[in-house]
């Protein structure tokens, strides 16, 4: 492991922000912290720089335990969420900064920065002052200010927080590449599903001062570990009373479920695709419809259960007030922190070849494929 | 070992990222404590020091009674008077585009630039019964030089810039889509700046008010000229009444008297901090 | 229709009068008095003026005011940077009530502060017998109360929180990212500072300090508690006083000769306290 933490606990004025946390992140990883805001996320990044020291615990850098080592001398790049370009210099000089304390060589910064600017498309740009810079630029600079002193471990702080949403995804995917072709171990943190999506290749789910999980994507959507994860990743809708749901009977004191969009299937009654497996179904009436661009979000009543779905727009267009069919596949049944799959059974009744015709999100375990 | 009990010490509080915090504060202190803290204990511990009765005596002798009386009242005038013009002038700068304004926008802060003797010898000079203003004003029968009257102009002199400048950006911040919803809802001018605006404006005011009104009853340069300080006419300030009694060598009357003026001091000051504080919650709440 | 150009020329009634009486509460209050001071000052033609301020007294209640505000600003703008720094890119406990402590000088009346130093290094001060140890150690007198020493210490005083005042909101409003951010690469605190606050503060650096200059050469109500030897420890304001209640014509004119030269300042001042804000504002749209 490049970077651990090891029993971390931390409390600001009686809020415990850590509790005893355990990390382990692999050299040359991308990894995102995600949680919702005041999880915690943030005081372990900053704990990593040594921007705050844990009450307990170790951390370790590269097998050194860097407790007691000035967040300067931790070979650590660091972007802060609102940037902190140094107004009063140039894109060069804000970029050259970190090497000049180091006392490097003039021709070395030159060389250094140069590189950089090229390596982040910003030539042309290296007399202008940060207010003359648009959002992504500004980013562009404060990652090539964290990378110029060649540090061994990059730290993000919410880094697409400040960036409209417009130019948001096209950033993600270029702050994705520029880390891979570095090379370069880092952390970021977020309280956007998508974005932790997206851009990292492992994720570490926090809340209420906990890591609740740490996987990949497909882990953490198809695996939720926590109660608070199933909750919060993906689109959940939460019943309670699953039994009320046809083909799950609650089981082991479960009584609590989570169902996200994709384990729910919803057609017309006269749509003969499904007419083998309409004894499973149940009646829904559409309270509602959203456009999402390339999907319809529906929100139907099932027996006074509120369940939504996506809808591809080739199908046949529907309206709000009608009477469908609704199949629910599966959903995660809670009780307490303890998380549990269940199909459903009516359906495990019926041929199985044919059941999953329509699931074509799923794969043959029955997981997500992403 | 002792990096040990360093390490127990550091680790509950913030590491300070940014250096520099120990040499800062530490001056920051020492210089607070040398320069102003210590010598004002000194006053306070030798007040401390006089027994009940003699402070008592000292604090309550007919000039010194007097004293507070004019210095508080005249100086809770001038603050009145100021927060009516304070707040017209700081309407005029902020609503409205006129020619010299911002000649007076500059002018309002000449009492902060100008030597408060300077203003005491021309404000006396002025006010004399054959003075350019206090010519006219006797004809009409009223004294201003060595009365409570120019005492006060005095103290409206050194007091116009606080409540204008608490003012002015309060009302530059000040949504127009108050008055407007105001409007909307039928009422006129008149009405909406009372029950609107002026109520959002109270805190400043408070504040501008609070702020002309300390620094009116420990005024002396701008006051000790035009007042006559003479003591049948209670034209004595207690800020001349300190100097008095320094020139006459009375030390524990000095100081006895500069003990109420401090714990004066202090509880404006605080108020003027509440109120501060109080406007400050309101305007993040919004 | 009507309703609405009634209201309106209401408004514009309201308008002219509150203008008008903005005008005429300035002009009695400020204007007059600014005059007066330069009319007073000349009245007795030019050279008289010139004479008035190359008197021996004169002279030397420049050199001492010259003194008192060179030292005073500063010690100020070392306080006032140094305490800045400690309150705005720390936090700790009781920063507010340190904060409000800095702020004493402005509420209390001068005459305390005289009176303070006073019971603190006069006769009967506390301090008093500390001083004369010092300074038989040294072999020499050390006199503070009633010397220059006094006066310099009364003018530190009463100008103390000026330059720290125009500093913090600064401060506070910008945030400490640049400098932890600095800090984390490795800067220093010098380094920090010069290459990255210095520039955002420079200009409230500079209005703090003409400020703090204002009021030094003006101070009174401190320095004439400390202050008794005409001549020797006396500053302009002392000097105008002394001048005016002398009594006679010629004196009263030279008072005002002298007065003329910090109302002239003063006015400067307030010039280039304009000039420095347009800086500072066209300054901070570097955001």
Partial sequence: ?370 | MRSMSDKKVKQHKKPRVIPGFGITLGTTVAMLSILILIPLGSVMVYAFCMTPREFWENVTSPGVIYAFGTSILTAFIAAVVNSVFGVILAWVLVRYEFPGKMLLDGLIELPFAIPTAVAGITLSKLYVRDGFLGAPLARLGITVSYTHIGITVAMIFVGIPFVVRSVQPVLEKLDPQFEEASYILGADSFSTFFKVILSELMPAILTGFGLALARGIGEYGSVIYIAGNSAREHTQVVSYIIMQKLNYMDYPGATAVAFVMLIISFVLLLLINIVQIRQSRRTNNI | MAQNTKEKKKTDIVRILLIFISLAFVAVMLVIPLVSVIYNSLRKGFAFYVEALSGKYVVSAFKVTMLATVIAVAVNTFFGLVASWALTRFSFRGKQILATLIDIPFSISPVIAGLAYIMTFGRLGWAAPFLEWLGGLLGIEIKIVFALPGVVLATIFVTFPFVSRELIPVLNADGTDEEEAAALMGAGGWSIFKSITFPRIKWALLYGVILCTARALGEFGAVHALSKTRGKTFTLPLEIDALYLSGDQDSIVASFAVSSILVILAVLVLVLRYVLEYKAKSAGKRR
């Fill in chain 1, 1 to 370: 492991m490049y970077v651990e933490l090891k029993n971390i606990n931390k409390t600001f004025d009686g809020f415990r922000a850590s509790r005893d946390i355990n990390i382990g992140i692999e050299k040359g990883s991308l990894t995102a912290l995600l949680g919702p805001s005041g999880s915690g996320k943030t005081t372990i990044l900053r704990m990593i720089a040594g921007l705050e020291n844990p009450d307990s615990g170790d951390i370790f850098i590269d097998g050194v335990r860097v407790n007691d080592i000035a967040p300067s001398e931790r070979g650590i790049g660091f972007v802060f969420q609102n940037y902190a370009l140094f107004r009063y210099m140039t894109v060069f000089d804000n970029i050259a900064y970190g090497l000049k304390i180091r006392k490097q060589p003039k021709e070395e910064i030159k060389k250094r920065v140069t590189e950089l600017i090229e390596l982040t498309g910003l030539t042309g740009m290296e007399k202008r002052y940060p207010n003359q810079l648009s959002g992504g630029q500004r980013q562009r600079v404060a990652f090539a200010r964290a990378l110029a002193p060649n540090p061994h471990l990059l730290l993000l702080d919410e880094p697409f927080a400040a960036i409209d949403a417009k130019v948001r995804h096209e950033l993600r995917m270029w702050l994705r590449d520029m880390i891979h072709k570095v090379g370069i171990t880092s952390i970021f943190v977020t309280h956007d599903q998508d974005e932790a999506v997206e851009v990292a290749s492992q994720i570490i789910v926090t809340n209420n001062g906990r890591v609740e999980q740490t996987g990949t994507a497909r882990e953490i959507y198809g695996r939720p570990a926590t109660a608070f994860v199933t909750e919060f990743i993906g689109q959940p809708a939460v019943i309670d009373n699953y039994g009320r749901l046809k083909g799950f009977e609650e089981e082991d004191g479960f009584t609590k479920a989570v169902v996200r969009p994709e384990f729910i299937e919803a057609f017309k009654s006269d749509n003969s695709r499904f007419k083998h497996v309409i004894g499973c179904s149940e009646e829904g009436t559409i309270t509602d419809i959203m456009f999402r661009g390339t999907s319809l979000e529906l929100t139907l009543d099932v027996g006074g259960i509120k369940l939504s779905t996506h809808r591809s727009l080739e199908r046949r267009e529907v309206e709000i007030g009608e009477k469908m069919r609704v199949i629910i596949y599966r959903l995660f049944a809670v009780k307490g922190d303890e998380v549990r799959l269940i199909e459903n059974e009516e359906l495990k009744k019926q041929d199985m070849h044919n059941a999953r015709l329509e699931s074509y999100l799923y794969s043959q375990d029955g997981y997500f494929v992403m």
